[in-house]
């Protein structure tokens, strides 16, 4: 079953330094979707703790099955327009409407 349109919850405002989590959910993909988030447009990295290309700039985790994006300590830096997309591999990809978060 292809993706339902995902619900993005994206805080329209965070305090710089405090820990924020962005969230992505659909219901109706089988198989389970899994999700991308993008920040003006741009796919953002999955980093992972082992990978040897750790870029020092990227504060936040982005867990790709569960749609979290957690920034553990957000910076003037994260400010944007977030969005995410849910795929699974059968029919469209599905992407919520953007949402901009000021930090």
């Given at each position: 079953?292809?993706?339902?349109?995902?619900?993005?919850?994206?805080?329209?405002?965070?305090?710089?330094?405090?820990?924020?989590?962005?969230?992505?959910?659909?219901?109706?993909?089988?198989?389970?979707?899994?999700?991308?988030?993008?920040?003006?447009?741009?796919?953002?990295?999955?980093?992972?703790?082992?990978?040897?290309?750790?870029?020092?700039?990227?504060?936040?985790?982005?867990?790709?099955?569960?749609?979290?994006?957690?920034?553990?300590?957000?910076?003037?830096n994260d400010t944007g327009?977030?969005?995410?997309?849910?795929?699974?591999?059968?029919?469209?990809?599905?992407?919520?409407?953007?949402?901009?978060?000021?930090?």
């Open positions: 079953v292809a993706p339902s349109t995902p619900v993005c919850v994206v805080p329209s405002s965070a305090m710089t330094g405090t820990v924020v989590e962005l969230s992505c959910k659909e219901s109706e993909g089988s198989p389970p979707s899994q999700y991308q988030w993008y920040k003006n447009g741009v796919a953002l990295l999955e980093k992972t703790g082992t990978s040897s290309a750790r870029t020092p700039n990227i504060t936040y985790t982005m867990n790709k099955k569960s749609g979290t994006l957690l920034f553990n300590t957000v910076t003037k327009e977030y969005f995410c997309e849910a795929s699974n591999g059968i029919g469209l990809s599905q992407k919520c409407s953007v949402k901009r978060m000021q930090v």
